[in-house]
């Protein structure tokens, strides 16, 4: 199977701790993105990486959410401090660098903040 | 500001006619759209996408429409199947470089295909 890998898949916790999310994307796309899907909404996009360049950050909502892309492969988002309000399911997913190339997705990881 | 909308939260058809989704959006700076299918518990599931120098994008039972002077796009399903029943989402993308830059979503459509 050589789709996007994330994990864990479900995370409990309490409000206050942090917590860190993994994702391993198709062997080969350079571009990786984080999204998020709070109950009744859409996907919310919150980062993107691509290849060696400045990740864009501008959909992080706030300085307690942050990510790192090691070695252009493996990617993991970090919460600070978790609110309730971060309770969502975290989808990442990856892409070829090539113009109008769609973007494959992972299952997500379903996170609760108690 | 929601800049893809998807006015239907919910659709239900029988088994064999047609589904036709529909998307309007705002930003005329989107030159890449897509449609994902989603089940429960799993993620976004590519489908579809068209390119804004087109109007139309076929592949299997899924069309795509596209029209720009509307800022709207379709997706059509024929013949509709129950294993179609699912969440579906509009997406769309800019800046000129096609899709290796940041979706927007809409909020999704459930589809129902009824046996």
């Known amino acids: 199977g050589a789709g996007v890998s994330q994990s864990p898949s479900n995370k409990v916790t309490e409000k206050g701790k942090d917590v860190e999310l993994r994702c391993d994307p198709i062997s080969g796309h350079t571009a990786l993105y984080w999204y998020r899907q709070s109950l009744g909404q859409g996907l919310e996009f919150l980062i993107y990486?691509?290849?060696?360049?400045?990740?864009?950050k501008s959909g992080l909502p706030s300085d307690r959410f942050s990510a790192e892309r090691t070695g252009g492969s493996v990617s993991t988002l970090t919460i600070q401090r978790t609110q309730q309000e971060d309770s969502a399911v975290y989808l990442c997913?990856?892409?070829?660098?090539?113009?109008?190339?769609?973007?494959?997705f992972g299952d997500g990881t379903r996170l609760s903040i108690l | 500001d929601q800049q893809v909308k998807q006015n239907s939260p919910s659709l239900s058809v029988q088994e064999g006619r047609i589904s036709i989704l529909n998307c309007d959006y705002t930003?005329?700076?989107?030159?890449?759209f897509l449609w994902y299918k989603k089940y429960p518990a799993e993620g976004p599931t590519f489908l579809i996408s068209?390119?804004?120098?087109?109007d139309k994008n076929e592949d299997g039972r899924f069309t795509v429409f596209l029209n720009k002077s509307a800022k709207h796009l379709s997706l059509h399903i024929v013949p509709s199947q129950p294993g179609d029943s699912a969440v579906y989402f509009c997406?769309?993308?800019?800046?000129?470089?096609?899709?290796?830059?940041?979706?927007?979503f809409g909020k999704g459509t459930l589809l129902t295909v009824n046996p």
């Open positions: 990486f691509q290849g060696n360049s400045a990740p864009d």
């Open positions: 068209i390119s804004s120098i087109k």
């Open positions: 997406a769309a993308s800019g800046l000129g470089g096609g899709s290796n830059y940041k979706l927007t």
């Open positions: 930003n005329s700076m989107f030159d890449y």
């Open positions: 997913a990856s892409s070829l660098m090539y113009s109008n190339q769609p973007q494959h």
